[in-house]
């Protein structure tokens, strides 16, 4: 595995910055391309890949929108579906349609929150459907000496709250580029990492931002369950006391703006306290659902 990935790291070493900035830029065309089609599609409730309603089903036609579950697609269709499509198309579709309905916070792909045994592992909401993805550096490698000795992960989906798929159910085998691509993340991240585009970004990207980056472009949310962000801004002006009033002005300017208070405290008080705001997940992200491995003897 090593050998491999320091074999493309020495090509991509050899590539001159004209030949990577063309391939960067083929790439994101690409990406758009297909971006564009699916928020096309998506608003009218078609699916641009096989440019039919999400509410039909081919059964000799297998499609990644019989996933959203409008259409009649039952547990034991998933195979049709991922022996036709790999992780990467997969999991990109889920998680562009999740960011239709809530930005980034439909997806909690927070590193944070993964196992260290855990190559994979993070949940995706959209509507009333929940999608796991879960591979442990065990499902990687493969089970040596058992029917199931091929890199695989493990895929869950809920509907209500409810048992659809489970993640015992299947034992879902990576594509060979799905296996290019996850191992060279692992191993050669400094310059290679899966993403999904900018409409599948998760909570990992968005709390991976800058801290004033954050601050300066996040509009309030009176809505707990649509926010990204949770902020907890604490003022110390031992110094220089501050009035409930001028608190109360901070307050209405954050409101009557659009800005978080943290930010219009930093630009009001900077100058006669000490500000510290701490940014975190908001509470209303999915959970990561959990898997039991169990122990082979």
């Known amino acids: 595995m090593q050998q491999d990935t320091e074999k493309y790291r020495r090509i991509f070493e050899w590539m001159s910055p004209e030949e990577i900035e063309e391939m960067s830029r083929l790439n994101d065309e690409e ?3 297909q971006a564009e089609a699916f928020k096309a599609g998506y608003e009218k409730g078609i699916c641009y890949l096989c440019n039919k309603p999400f509410k039909t089903i081919s059964k000799d036609n297998p499609c990644l929108h019989w996933l959203l579950r409008q259409c009649k697609f039952k547990k034991k269709d998933f195979s049709k579906i991922y022996e036709k499509y790999g992780y990467g198309n997969i999991a990109a579709f889920v998680r562009w349609c ?16 993964r196992s260290d045994r855990k190559v994979l592992s993070y949940t995706v909401k959209w509507k009333n459907i929940e999608w796991t993805f879960d591979c442990s550096k065990n499902d990687f490698q493969g089970h040596q000496g058992t029917s199931i000795d091929y890199p695989h992960y493990h895929f869950q989906m809920r509907v209500d709250g409810r048992q659809f798929i489970n993640f015992n159910d299947f034992h879902v085998s990576f594509t060979d580029h799905d296996l290019f691509i996850l191992k060279n993340s692992i191993e050669q991240s400094d310059w290679l990492k899966q993403n999904f585009g900018a409409i599948g970004s998760g909570m990992q990207d968005a709390v991976s931002v800058e801290l004033d980056d954050i601050l300066e ?16 801004t604490m003022i110390d002006a031992r110094d ?10 901070i307050q209405q300017e954050a409101e009557r703006t659009g800005k978080s208070f943290a930010l219009v405290a930093q630009k009001r008080l900077k100058e006669c306290a000490n500000i510290q705001t701490v940014v975190s997940p908001a509470d209303s992200i999915p959970e990561i659902a959990s898997r039991t491995e169990h122990k082979r003897r």
């Not at 472009?217 to 649509?226: C, L, P, Q």
């Open 31 to 33: 990406h758009q391309r």
């Open 240 to 249: 220089n006391p501050i009035s409930g009033e001028e608190i109360y002005e």
């Open 98 to 113: 999740a960011n239709q309905e809530r930005f980034l916070s439909n997806i909690n792909d927070l590193e944070d929150e």
């Open 217 to 232: 472009h996040a509009s309030r949310s009176d809505n707990e369950d649509e926010a990204t962000y949770h902020f907890s």
